[in-house]
């Protein structure tokens, strides 16, 4: 599996502790995501207030409180051929994967971590399962792990992999996507130390790139959320 993301889609979001939402939920952060350019990385700013306060996506607001004060997101993309009879080189930049970084695995330890990707005009993309399948899956989870000493793993099944409606209800049907949690090595973020207070979960959409192929330019934002695991 691969283990790092060069895009220059990133975010970073610096949030403090506060009460509960009306359905649990726990947000990390939430960060706008407005152009891609591969095989890059460079930082994506945000101007947010979280705890008692709005967590400000520049195109919306969502209540929020946070298990980590200070985390990072980045879109990896990759080349995704599409050629035509009119143009053999036609074909768009595919959302690989996204990675959280930076994550404090000991304070987040045991929630279920969710994103999604939301697009240019504010509707959730389907991110998994076969095309027009219904109910669609707008969102992939894990449980992070509850250990205190956690180690770099990719098993799907330790860690809970799976599907949900953008309701949250998940949806048992065969995963294209895949995860891996570093705990060493270094960041993709910022090419920083990893350890297990300064994490990367790595989010791979569809490693085959045969079912799932979700073209980069539809993308306005990304989402991450926790949850507390009893939930």
Not at 181 to 191: H, I, L, N
């Amino acid at each position: 599996m691969p283990s790092g993301l060069n895009s220059p889609l990133s975010g970073r979001v610096t949030s403090g502790f506060g009460g509960a939402r009306n359905h649990k939920s726990r947000i990390i952060f939430g960060i706008s995501v407005i152009a891609f350019v591969p095989m890059l990385l460079s930082t994506f700013a945000a101007s947010v207030t979280v705890g008692s306060g709005a967590l400000e996506f520049g195109q919306g607001s969502q209540q929020a409180i946070a298990c980590d004060p200070n985390v990072y997101a980045s879109i990896g993309e990759e080349w995704h051929s599409a050629p035509t009879i009119e143009d053999l080189s036609a074909g768009y930049f595919r959302v690989r994967a996204v990675t959280i970084s930076n994550l404090d695995l000991l304070s987040c330890r045991g929630k279920k971590l969710r994103i999604r990707l939301i697009d240019t005009v504010g509707a959730e993309i389907p991110i998994g399962g076969a095309p027009l399948a219904d109910p669609s899956p707008h969102v992939i989870q894990i449980t992070l792990p509850n250990v205190d000493a956690p180690v770099d793993t990719g098993d799907a099944g330790a860690l809970a992999l799976t599907y949900l409606t953008g309701e949250g209800s998940i949806i048992s049907s065969e995963m294209n996507a895949a995860v891996n949690v570093s705990v060493t090595g270094t960041s993709t973020y910022d090419g920083t130390n990893l350890e297990a207070t300064n994490a990367d979960v790595t989010f791979y959409i569809d490693p085959t790139a045969t079912v799932v192929n979700i073209d980069g330019q539809r993308v306005g934002r990304t989402t991450v959320e926790t949850v507390a695991n009893n939930l």
